[in-house]
């Protein structure tokens, strides 16, 4: 998908696997390092992405062989909310590429492998500050408040 913000393509990691370690690196920092998690722990959740099956999955935004982002279609994301299925999740833009739509352009890239996976209605959780981001792609408000980290549960159904 080309973007008229600049000449960045978002990709299935399955199509550019050269952006798996990079792609476990930032969602390592972004997520996991705080909490105690060692890289090689998310390096192998990221290698779940590059199997056969639909989900889990991975998108990277990247440009001229530069990663940009990723985000990712995972089966579960909140332990409160195990009845939901599935998520896009680890939604990360590097800091120097913001506000180009960067961002925007992978959430709905990870919807759709999420909806060709079969599901009719795909889940994220975010917090209450990132919620107007979301809301602008046309996902909707399920639950608020939810967990230890007063997260919002917002949903986007296929089209
Ligand atoms: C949240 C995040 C993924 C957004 O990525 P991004 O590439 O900056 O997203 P976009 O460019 O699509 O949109 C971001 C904002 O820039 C604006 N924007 C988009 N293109 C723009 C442009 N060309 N010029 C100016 N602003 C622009 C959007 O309207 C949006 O505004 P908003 O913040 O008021 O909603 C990024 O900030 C990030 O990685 N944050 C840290 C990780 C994180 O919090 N992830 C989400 C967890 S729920």
Redo the contacts with the bound molecule.
């Keep these: 998908m080309s973007s008229p913000?600049g000449s960045f393509v978002v990709s299935d990691l399955r199509e550019r696997p050269e952006f798996t370690e990079a792609v476990a690196d930032r969602v390592w920092r972004?997520w996991w390092q705080g909490k105690g998690y060692p890289l090689d722990y998310i390096e192998g959740r990221v290698a779940e992405s590059l199997d056969g099956a639909a989900v889990p999955c991975a998108v990277v935004a990247h440009e001229d062989g530069l990663f940009l982002?990723t985000a990712s279609v995972i089966p579960s994301d909140l332990d409160e909310r195990p009845e939901y299925s599935p998520w896009v999740a680890?939604?990360?833009?590097?800091?120097e590429?913001?506000?180009?739509?960067?961002?925007?352009?992978?959430?709905r890239k990870a919807a759709q492998g999420a909806f060709e996976s079969g599901a009719d209605l795909v889940y994220?959780?975010?917090?209450p500050e990132?919620r107007?981001?979301?809301e602008?792609l046309g996902w909707q408000r399920l639950e608020e408040n939810v967990g230890r980290n007063a997260l919002t549960v917002l949903t986007l159904a296929r089209s």
């Excluded at 680890?90 to 800091?95: I, Y």
């Excluded at 590429?97 to 959430?107: D, K, N, P, Q, T």
């Design positions: 913000e972004a982002g680890a939604v990360w833009v590097d800091p590429h913001r506000r180009r739509g960067i961002g925007a352009a992978l959430v994220l959780c975010a917090l990132k107007a981001f979301y602008r």
